[in-house]
């Protein structure tokens, strides 16, 4: 009989070891955007005093966050992202630059290059595209703690592995599996930003009594 006869499968053998999932839930959607900002608005650029036009959006943002209100605090996020686009502000270096909304010019559908695809493959090359911005802030996060002896836990060794892994063509989820944990660490070992503190105004000095008649 020409062939090799058929084998019965190798039950002694360890099942594969699943991909890990991460549920995707309005908390963990925020806290993707809400950690990177915490450290965008800490970089040398602002020197150490972010202006309260940025800060006050995002403190904002972390008080929703903390209360549960996912939705006011993607709206605050939202306002955050577009501040960072305006011309006056110092050049945000990349990978952060990446946390910018600008407002776009009105144009034609067509000219979109996910215009022409169905709806499963755009929604597919958006989350590539998002998951890759996240793995390129993470990246820059864990050296920012680093050079700052900011100790973020040991989520941030397995970044490699995964980030590597989701390069070769790997599943996003399997990134955040490595991601989530770091920007959980932000959120509870660095810092607030804090916008400059003002400056009150000077006493004046008390009037002078008028000279005594008497």
């Known amino acids: 009989m020409p062939g090799a006869p058929n084998r019965p499968p190798d039950l002694s053998a360890p099942p594969a070891e699943a991909a890990p ?8 959607r925020t806290l993707r955007r809400l950690a990177p900002s915490r450290i965008a608005l ?20 972390e008080t929703s966050f903390a209360h549960g209100e996912y939705r006011e605090a993607e709206e605050a996020l939202d306002q955050l ?7 006056r502000w110092p050049t945000i270096p990349e990978p952060f630059r990446g946390l910018r909304v600008a407002i776009p010019a009105p144009q034609p559908p067509q000219w979109d290059p996910d215009f022409a695809v169905s709806a499963e493959e755009k929604e597919a090359r958006r989350a590539r595209r998002v998951a890759t911005t996240q793995l390129a802030l993470a ?7 680093a050079a700052r002896q900011l100790d973020l836990g040991p989520s941030s060794a397995a970044l490699d592995a995964a980030g590597a892994a989701f390069e070769a063509g790997g599943a996003p989820a399997a990134l955040y599996a490595a991601i989530d ?7 509870e070992r660095v810092p607030l930003p804090r916008a400059p503190v003002a400056k009150s105004a000077p006493t004046p000095p008390p009037a002078a009594s008028p000279p005594d008649e008497g």
């Open 21 to 28: 999932t991460v549920v995707e839930t309005p908390e963990r």
């Open 42 to 61: 800490l970089l040398d650029l602002w020197r150490g005093a972010p202006s309260a036009e940025l800060v006050q959006p995002f403190e904002r943002a």
């Open 81 to 87: 992202s577009v501040r960072f686009a305006e011309p």
């Open 139 to 145: 990246r820059a996060t864990v050296r920012w703690a």
């Open 181 to 187: 944990p770091i920007w959980m660490a932000v959120r």
